[in-house]
Every structure is written in structure tokens, then in C-alpha cells.
């Protein structure tokens, strides 16, 4: 399985022949080496509907046929553009042929802004625990620290987790790092930093408060192997 990230909280896998985002927030993100009309992918998977993470998602979707996997309310949105959508809810899990999904809780806000200024409603925002060749990768979204972090540690054995250090709207690094200590996971990568002023930190001193788990701090466009 290949890896890699994009900036902001957007991460590609590339597993069995197939390609997944997550959270595509392309265009507005300065911080990607992506450009929305050269991505391929056959899934999307959103953590929840905030336009920093539902991104460009529909111009992907439409562009590609690709899959749409969401939380149901904002999967149920979505489909109104004509998009394929599998709406999903916390806890639930479904096998396709690219992976097994299944959505974890988080503890943030879940909205979409339309460009006349409507305000749709998401549904719950979640994290994704993502499994294929005997691999599970889990990427948190948006959340703060919560104690169940323990417990989705304890029934998963996670090979990398993709944990929020921005602050401000999610965890700090503080907070991150003792959510990596709950979940154990064998790697620890931190996203949703630095792409707006709010969300300003500096990775490396977030990896020095990680115990117990290897940290990469990757570069927009970095690929790693599990």
C-alpha cells in the first residue's frame, strides 16, 4: 500500500490497483502539489462537510465517476449533483472493492457553505479507519482529543494514524500527542497545520511530544509504503 499527503488534511492511498482520497481540498489549499483536474481517483472518502475538506470534491467526482463514500447527510447532498454516494454513519463499516471503510466518531462541527452563502447541514463529522491488504490506516478528520481514541487503539491494529495538530479549530500538538499514545499506532503523521494563519504550528516540536509511536512529518506530495 502507497501513501501520501497533500497539504491541509488531504491523503492519497493507492491500494490493489486503486486509487482514494481523502478530504480533497485542492483548489484554496496553498499548500498542495495537486491540481484537481489531473486526479484520477475511484473513491473520494470526506471526513465531514466543511469546504476545507469537501474541497473539489464534486468537480473530481463528475470529472471521473469516481465512488463518493460520506457521512449520510452530506453523501445525501452531494448526490443531488448526480454524484455515485454511499452515505455511512459512526460505527458503521462496509467492504468495497478498493477497501474496507468504516467511520469512527469525532468531536467537531459538520457544515457546507454553498457560494450564495447557504449553510447545509453535514451530519456528524467522523474519522475513517481504512483497511486493505492487511493494513489499517486512520485518519482522525477533524477532531479534538477524546477519550474513545483508547479504545479504537484497543480493536484496531493501526499502522498510521493521520492526526490534526492545528489548533485553534481541532487538537494542538499537545493534545495529538496523547491521542497517539491512546490509539498506538505504529506511525503518526500530522495534518490540518499551517494552511491558515489560526492553524500555525511547527511539526517537529509536535514529534518530540510523541512517545511510543514513529513520527513523519511529510512534505505536500511525500509517498511512503506500509
Known sequence: MKISYHGHSVVKIMTGGKTILIDPFINGNK???LRADKEKPDAILLTHAHNDHVGDT??????N?????????LANYLGTFGLETVGMNLGGSKEFDFGTVKYTKAFHSSSYTTDDGDVIYGGMPAGILFKAEGKTVYHA???????DMELIGKRNDIDVAFLPIGDFFTMGPDDA?????L???KLVVPI??????PIKQDPEQFRKLVKGSD?????????FEI
Do not use: Q, R
Request: charged share 25%; no cysteine; net charge negative.
Open 183 to 185: 490509539l498506538k499506532a
Open 58 to 63: 464534486v468537480e473530481i467526482a463528475k470529472e
Open 31 to 33: 499548500l498542495t502539489d
Open 177 to 181: 500527542a496523547y491521542a497517539a499514545e
Open 215 to 223: 513520527v513523519k512529518v511529510l512534505a505536500a506530495g511525500e509517498l
Open 65 to 73: 465517476d469516481s465512488m463518493v463514500v460520506a457521512p449520510v447527510e
Open 192 to 197: 490540518h497545520y499551517n494552511t491558515f494563519p
Open 141 to 147: 478528520g477533524d477532531t479534538e482529543l477524546f477519550g
